[in-house]
C-alpha cells in the first residue's frame, strides 16, 4: 500500500518560510513522481510543483515560481517543498501525490492515484 505522509504546514506570517515534508516510506521511491497541489476555501485544487525521481525534472506553478523550492532526499524517501516569501494567496492545505513512472500533465489531479491527508499552511498578513 502506498502512503504519503505531509507534515510541515502552519501559521506564519506573510514574507515567513515554512518546508513541507511528504514521506513515502512504502514507495520504490526512485520510480515515481511527486507533487504538491493545494486548496484554498472554495477554490478548486491546483498543482503547486512536482518532481521527477528518475531524472530529477521539476516544475513549478507561475505562482510560486522563485519563492518555493521542489526537492527530494532518496534515502529517506521523503520530497520537501520549501516555501519562502510566503503570501497570504499561498493559504491552503496541501496535499502531495504520487504517480509512478511518468505522467503527462503534472499539475492535473487525475494524473496521479496517491495522496497524502493534507497540511494546512496558513499565511498571515
Known amino acids: 500500500e502506498v502512503q504519503l505522509v505531509e507534515s510541515g504546514g502552519g501559521l506564519v506570517q506573510a514574507g515567513g518560510s515554512l518546508r513541507l515534508s511528504c514521506a513515502a516510506p512504502g514507495l520504490l521511491f526512485d520510480e515515481y513522481v511527486i507533487a504538491w497541489f493545494r486548496q484554498a476555501p472554495g477554490k478548486e485544487r491546483e498543482g503547486v510543483s512536482s518532481?521527477?525521481?528518475?531524472?530529477?525534472?521539476?516544475h513549478y506553478a507561475h505562482s510560486v515560481a522563485g519563492r518555493f523550492t521542489i526537492s527530494s532526499d532518496n534515502v529517506l524517501k521523503t520530497v520537501y517543498l520549501q516555501m519562502n516569501s510566503l503570501k497570504p494567496e499561498d493559504t491552503a492545505v496541501y496535499y502531495c501525490a504520487a504517480e509512478p513512472v511518468m505522467v503527462y500533465q503534472w499539475n492535473e489531479e487525475y494524473e496521479y492515484d496517491h495522496w497524502g491527508q493534507g497540511t494546512q499552511v496558513t499565511v498571515s498578513s
Open positions: 518532481i521527477s525521481l528518475r531524472d530529477g525534472r521539476t
